[in-house]
């Protein structure tokens, strides 16, 4: 039980910044930065939840310049300025604050520390147990017995016996070592030479600064002559780092009493910064209030009804409530639309329970719907649309004048989330929190089928997410105008729905008796490895385990642990980038590697993929999401077929299981080197432009130029390294990266990069004019105008600024070739649906596409499509695509 007497003081500032450096960058969909706000609610939570603190205030600096910016101009004046990313959400945190009734203290021209000391100070003479939430070092010098200090982020305590050690005693101890050794961080001196240990011993033997000062003649002769210099220097150090416990503040702990937030304040507020789950977990019972009107649909001339309305309506959104996530497998529960905001209805088909009331036959509710559902006049609306579509077709409805799915646009507009849920558009957009589907349905051994909802609970969840798609509508196109991204949305994005259904719906096939044999063979390819591995480390164990390898990398074969890097937990990582940098020196090392790869192609595609088929048609149907990166390109999962190894024997062992129905084959079209083309077109490079115009091979012009060879006598190492030179480059590759990648020294990979650039000048010129552009506008743009936010170029942390730096660089190329692509599939999908009604599209991977066809249209076919993919778009150079024909996916590629 939590003491009734204890307080505990945050420091405020170091909170900010340690949320915002701790966790991503978020933004609001209406472009509002969220990240350090919701990192330090959630530390603050945590400090509440787990330490049940009966008092507790926030202290924070104010400006820059205090008492000690008087004493040294220099104090702190390396730091740089807080990045405006961060000041922008200052004023929510202290909003927060104030709805989270904690009180919060500052004051011109001192720091928090100055205010959190007095705190302190008063508080232990009035008899209160304090705790400093910090980690800073200094706060070492207001510790006693009845104040502590708790380092939040490394869930660290420190007490009277922790500062004995760290300084040799406690209060004016702590601060003269402080004094003496100075703090590069804030930029005070001390005095060159003394160090901790040092410093700790004087102290202990002089008792103060002053002793050591008055006891020079007995130091020895460096440390003498160093305090005879810096004497002053170590005065004015201790006066800078001293933390004050007599600022002029007024007191009254009743206002540091812990008390229940205002939820009237605090909700709005939650909902403004869209931090749903807290919003949740803070007010569980909270409910919006809605005047919407959502009415049951049970009869035939209700329905008739509402469909007269929908032909007049112009556009009305759609949602279905099926027993499955799975489109194949679903069957429809209820059909729920909207035409006008404040009123949805609901047809339910095929609820089951005890009780449940008659409803009409989704046989002729369709009948009724279909002429509406597949009229191209009439303009559709949904979330996630795709997934309904996919349902309404193999219940022999085809959704016909798709217009608007709320997920995507979202997505156009900040493509960096991790979520478009409706829930989380709804909020972001409307201000309108919504019923999840577990508080409707239950989760874990309690979840009950939507088909076993009431048809009252069904309707009010149902007709609300027909309806928040309906109003999400307006507001996103609106955005979407303002952005200059609805034609990327209306002219790629919408068109490609379809494309994608008719793709997923079909599947792919593979040969499960092949799959059988390979995973007896890999497993015992794995056997052998495994032998090998205990051979080589003297010992059996579980390779699979990252405990034992690392005992017996670490303990047992005495690998030297110097600069490798650690596991959240503090232990030696044994991860797949710590295993690379030792495979050079230690086989067994590289032997893992080997190891873990044919393990995971075994679990993941050769025993998987049998499991991955579906019943209902004997084939594997892919999901193809349009928000799962952030660069434009298209992701896939349940499963995931475009992580199947390239190049790898391995690999082109699995895609050989990817086979046609009897009488077809598998045709593969490639485009070749669509980022190097894009880059060519983006930045003009006359090099780049006149090699891709005379068909030259990209990688020996680029060796020639960067070696000062003919091309006829480029080697194949120069090649090789131009080939990764060119790739890297779209990747904003280092000389250090870059020589990793090619196993050569920094100076020397430096040196390739410089007469790169200095052969493609305009190459250079592009990549510097991203940055700039980037940095100015904190986004960047491809070729069809589609946007990425890069919030980390303004990040506290130096890696997450380098990430937002490559991000800028890869993101125009990479996303040009992912929308060339998508326009690519557009055009395919009509030339097949016009001319080739039996050949089927079953693939995307990247800048491949993969189609299943009839042996005898397999030539005419290959012309169409590669003439199909090459003609999409106009660049400064030729687009090229690669075509093959197989008896299987590898075959063909």
Not at 35 to 53: C, D, N, Q, S, T
Not at 359 to 367: G, I, M, N, P, R
Not at 637 to 664: A, H, K
Request: hydrophobic share 40%; glycine share 8%.
């Amino acid at each position: 039980m939590a003491s009734k007497n204890n307080l505990y003081l945050i420091d405020g500032s170091s909170f900010v910044y340690r949320a915002f450096n701790a966790l991503p960058q978020l933004i609001t969909m209406r472009g509002k930065f969220t990240g350090a706000v919701y990192g330090f609610v959630v530390m603050l939570k945590k400090i509440i939840r787990e330490h049940k603190p009966a008092h507790v205030g926030v202290a924070f600096d104010v400006g820059r310049k205090t008492f000690r910016t008087k004493i040294y101009e220099k104090y702190k004046a390396q730091r740089p300025e807080m990045p405006e990313i961060l000041k922008s959400q200052l004023a929510d945190i202290h909003k927060l604050l104030d709805a989270l009734k904690i009180e919060k203290v500052m004051l011109e021209g001192y720091e928090a520390d100055d205010l959190i000391g007095t705190l302190a100070s008063r508080a232990e003479e009035d008899g209160f147990d304090v705790v400093i939430v910090t980690g800073d070092k200094d706060f070492c010098q207001v510790v006693s017995e009845r104040v502590r200090l708790f380092d939040s982020m490394r869930d660290k305590w420190t007490g009277v016996d922790d500062v004995v050690e760290r300084f040799g005693g406690v209060g004016e101890a702590a601060v003269d070592v402080l004094a003496l050794t100075g703090d590069p961080v804030d930029n005070v001196p001390g005095v060159p030479g003394i160090g901790d240990k040092t410093a700790k011993i004087l102290i202990g033997k002089y008792k103060n600064l002053e002793g050591v000062l008055s006891h020079l003649r007995d130091l020895s002769p460096s440390q003498r002559e160093n305090l005879m210099k810096h004497g002053e220097q170590a005065r004015q150090s201790k006066k800078l780092v001293t933390i004050l416990k007599d600022v002029p503040i007024d007191i009254k702990w009743s206002a540091f009493e812990y008390r229940e937030p205002d939820a009237e304040k605090l909700a709005p507020l939650f909902i403004e910064l869209e931090f749903v789950t807290l919003l949740r977990e803070f007010f569980p019972e909270w409910k919006p209030e809605i005047e919407s009107k959502y009415k049951l649909v049970f009869k035939i001339e209700e329905l008739e009804k509402l469909v007269g309305e929908l032909k007049k309506a112009g556009d009305f959104s759609i949602d279905l409530e099926t027993t499955s996530i799975d489109p194949i497998l679903a069957e429809i529960v209820g059909i729920s639309i909207c035409y006008r905001g404040g009123e949805a209805y609901y047809i339910p088909v095929g609820h089951k329970y005890m009780g449940a009331p008659n409803q009409l036959e989704l046989s002729e509710v369709l009948d009724l719907l279909k002429p509406i559902l597949e009229s191209g006049k009439i303009k559709k609306i949904g979330q996630n649309i795709k997934y309904d579509s996919e349902v309404l077709k193999q219940a022999g409805v085809d959704l016909k004048g798709v217009h608007f799915d709320t997920m995507i646009g979202a997505y156009l507009l900040n493509p960096t989330r991790n979520s478009y849920g409706l829930d989380i558009l709804s909020v972001g957009f409307l201000g309108r929190p919504m019923k999840s589907y577990k508080e409707l349905c239950g989760s874990g051994k309690d979840e009950i089928s939507f088909s076993q909802a009431s048809v009252e609970d069904a309707r009010d969840y149902s007709c609300a997410d027909a309806e928040v798609a309906f109003l999400l509508k307006d507001e996103i196109e609106t955005l979407l105008k303002k952005e200059e991204l609805d034609e990327l949305f209306y002219e790629i994005e919408m068109p490609l729905i379809e494309v994608l259904r008719d793709m997923e719906l079909c599947g792919v096939k593979v040969d499960t008796a092949r799959l059988g044999e390979m995973s007896k063979e890999f497993e015992g390819e794995i056997k052998k490895f495994e032998e090998h591995i205990y051979k080589e480390a003297g010992s059996r164990f579980n390779a699979n385990s990252p405990i034992q390898l690392r005992k017996v990398l670490f303990e047992d074969l005495k690998i030297p642990t110097t600069g490798i890097k650690k596991t959240k937990g503090g232990e030696v990582s044994t991860d797949s980038s710590v295993l690379e940098e030792l495979a050079e020196n230690y086989k067994i090392c590289s032997m893992i590697l080997d190891y873990r790869k044919l393990t995971k192609l075994k679990s993941t595609y050769i025993d998987e993929l049998p499991n991955r088929i579906n019943p209902k048609t004997g084939r594997i149907h892919t999901s193809f999401n349009q928000t799962g990166t952030d660069t434009g390109r298209l992701s896939s999962s349940e499963p995931n077929l475009q992580n199947i190894p390239i190049r790898t024997p391995e690999g082109r062992l699995i895609r050989q299981c990817f086979v046609p129905e009897d009488g077809n084959l598998i045709l593969s079209a490639d485009y070749s080197q669509i980022e190097l083309r894009v880059l060519a077109h983006l930045s003009g490079d006359r090099n780049f432009i006149d090699a891709f115009k005379k068909g030259e091979d990209i990688h020996k012009s680029t060796a020639s130029r960067v070696f000062g060879v003919p091309i006829s006598k480029v080697t194949g190492e120069q090649r090789n390294k131009a080939k990764i030179v060119n790739f890297r480059i779209i990747y904003g590759t280092s000389a250090y990266g870059l020589s990793k990648e090619i196993n050569i020294g920094v100076d020397e990979a430096q040196k390739i990069l410089d007469s790169y650039f200095e052969q493609h000048p305009a190459v250079r010129d592009f990549l510097d004019l991203i940055i700039k552009v980037s940095q100015e506008r904190g986004c960047v743009r491809t070729l069809f105008g589609r946007c990425r936010q890069l919030p980390e170029l303004f990040a506290g942390d130096q890696r997450q600024r380098d990430f937002g730096r490559r991000a800028a660089i890869n993101s125009p190329m990479q996303g040009s070739a992912a929308d060339i692509m998508k326009l690519a599939m557009i055009n395919v999908h009509k030339l097949i649906k016009e001319k080739y009604p039996k050949v089927k599209m079953i693939l995307q991977v990247h800048d491949e596409l993969v189609f299943e066809v009839p042996k005898d249209q397999a030539e005419k076919l290959q012309k169409d499509v590669r003439q199909a993919m090459e003609s999409v778009v106009e660049l400064m150079v030729p687009l090229v695509v690669d075509s093959k024909v197989g008896r299987n996916w590898e075959e063909a590629h």
